[in-house]
Nanobody
């Protein structure tokens, strides 16, 4: 069974930094794109950043220049380095992976980790 487990969330003051991690485990043959989404209270889930299997990143305009997505294919892990955090970055951040497991190719989601930016 495939699992995605996020870590690294927490409370940080405005201007601070956090690094999120998401590790995939289970019977995985290939991992294609991996990404981070977030959902703030009362808002729809939105894409934050995605990275291709070859390492090409794409970012939401709201985080460009502040967030960096990276991945370690050997560890089946994707990271999100978040700098210059703002209160509007407060949300539950969820990891997504497009991967090929025993059940075929499909998207998988982690349960999410809460990031709170507040003084």
């Amino acid at each position: 069974q495939v699992q995605l487990v996020e870590s690294g969330g927490g409370l940080v003051p405005p201007g601070g930094s956090l690094r999120l991690s998401c590790a995939a485990s289970g019977s995985i043959f290939s991992i294609y794109s991996m990404g981070w989404y977030r959902q703030a209270p009362g808002k729809q889930r939105e894409l934050v950043a995605v990275i291709s299997s070859g390492g090409r990143p794409n970012y939401a305009d709201s985080v460009k220049g502040r967030f960096t997505i990276s991945r370690d294919n050997a560890k089946k892990t994707v990271y999100l380095q978040m700098n210059s955090l703002k209160p509007e970055d407060t949300a539950v951040y969820s990891c997504n992976a497009d991967l090929h497991g025993v059940g075929g190719r499909m998207p998988y989601w982690g349960k999410g980790t809460l990031v709170t930016v507040s003084s």
